[in-house]
């Protein structure tokens, strides 16, 4: 034995100082380490990675759920794609008849006249471009319009809150009415704020620029006017003359024009009158109005006479027919071309057609054509083709006489529930 002794911490025995097992008691005097298995090092960047990874799983997990249960807000001007339960639907504001979207629309104004314009939001599926106002209205919480101007405007546009319309192809899912006058100016913002049932909000903008135009009168004291010949030779100046956009208005005397008269180029505003013998400005022969698309062409209170044959009035013009009486054509008025034209408080008696619409086109306006008075006529009002699908009003409209009320091969929406019949 080289070494010293020690004694076995087991039984007490005593043993060399290397001895590493005990013959008294068993006992092994020094601990064994379990051996590991060697690690290749390739493995240990490995894992490195896949811990990374599975961090990285973890973290777009977590941002997934917070976007499912999160609210969103989408602001854009005019148009705007939002998808909803799986379908996605193209959401369109607009003062247009249709679903195209207008991000700006202009309007010019005349100083001392009152207007109004409807700002609406068209909802229609992407793939299909089909109608989805009816769908999507039923997630919408709450819709609501706000008009911001500059607020030095010497006249604020007003406005009513949108309401759910019940053609939505024709007049959009919502509507919203906006009334000014010609002291208005500048630019507007109508914004839609469209609270969904899911939580997200929706802010759809668009612009009503308002631009005053100028107005030129042309009076009887002032120009000639009391034959058809000085008459059509003063449109003919006019429209040589005068460049849009100003508006033109000929106030009328109050004599029968033996004769017609041709308006094209640019709209321009007849405006009849009355004398105190109750004569009543009136044309004899066929007035047409065939012009661009421009500022609405008026014609109110002109009598148009007729003598069995012919056509009283051709629009063919963005226009609107006020208190004028027709009677003794073939047809009274005609709105042709791919123009729209509507008559209100008319009088259409003792003509084959006393209102035929035969329209090409896609532009849609006023749609109330009220208080005319149809009176033994072949035909009162004839509806051969007629732009958009808006359903024509004939509110406060007395039928009497007529060999037929209403031919309607273009089979258009209208409604004659508040119109009277004898």
Not at 58 to 67: G, I, K
Not at 68 to 91: C, I, K, Q, S
Not at 263 to 269: E, F, V
């Amino acid at each position: 034995m080289t070494g010293g002794t020690r004694p076995c911490p087991v039984c007490g025995a005593t043993l060399p100082s290397e001895a590493s097992f005990c013959p008294y008691c068993m006992e092994a005097l020094r601990p064994r380490r379990e051996a590991k298995a060697p690690v290749r090092r390739w493995l240990r960047p490995l894992r490195r990675v896949l811990f990374l990874l599975a961090l990285a799983t973890l973290a777009a997990a977590v941002c997934l759920l917070y976007d499912a249960v999160t609210p969103d807000t989408y602001d854009a001007w005019g148009e705007l794609t939002y998808r909803l339960n799986g379908n996605d639907y193209h959401l369109a504001a607009t003062f247009r008849n249709d679903s195209a979207p207008e991000p700006e629309y202009t309007v010019q104004t005349i100083e001392d006249w009152d207007y109004d314009r409807a700002a609406k939001l068209f909802v229609t599926h992407v793939d299909t471009g089909a109608d989805a106002g009816q769908v999507f209205r039923q997630q919408v919480e709450t819709i609501q319009v706000q008009v911001t101007q500059p607020q030095d405007n010497p006249s604020p546009i007003t406005w009513q809150q949108p309401t759910y319309q019940g053609d939505p192809a024709a007049e959009g899912m919502a509507l919203s009415p906006l009334y000014f006058d010609g002291q208005s100016r500048g630019e507007a913002e109508v914004r839609w704020d469209i609270r969904m049932k899911n939580g997200d909000t929706i802010l759809l903008r668009h612009k009503m620029v308002i631009e005053p135009v100028d107005v030129v009168d042309y009076t009887p004291e002032e120009y000639d006017m009391d034959t058809i010949e000085d008459l059509q030779a003063l449109v003919d100046q006019i429209q040589a003359e005068v460049p849009l956009p100003t508006v033109v208005r000929i106030n009328l005397p109050p004599v029968h024009y033996e004769g017609g008269l041709t308006i094209t180029g640019r709209p321009i505003n007849l405006y009849g009158t009355v004398d105190d013998k109750k004569m009543r400005t009136a044309f004899l022969g066929p007035v047409t109005v065939d012009v661009g698309r421009g500022s609405q062409c008026f014609i109110e209170n002109i009598d148009f006479r007729g003598s069995g044959s012919g056509t009283g009035l051709t629009v063919e013009a963005d226009g609107r027919v006020q208190d004028c009486l027709f009677t003794g054509w073939d047809t009274g008025l005609l709105v042709g071309g791919d123009d729209w034209a509507d008559p209100t408080g008319c009088w259409f008696e003792d003509n084959g057609v006393g209102f035929r619409f035969d329209s090409v086109g896609d532009y849609v306006n006023g749609n109330m054509l009220e208080g005319n008075t149809f009176r033994n006529n072949g035909t009162a009002v004839e509806l051969l083709r007629v732009p958009g699908s808006k359903t024509f009003y004939f509110n406060g409209c007395a039928f009497s006489g007529n060999g037929l009320n209403l031919s309607n091969p273009a089979d258009h929406p209208t409604d004659l529930t508040r119109a009277t019949f004898e």
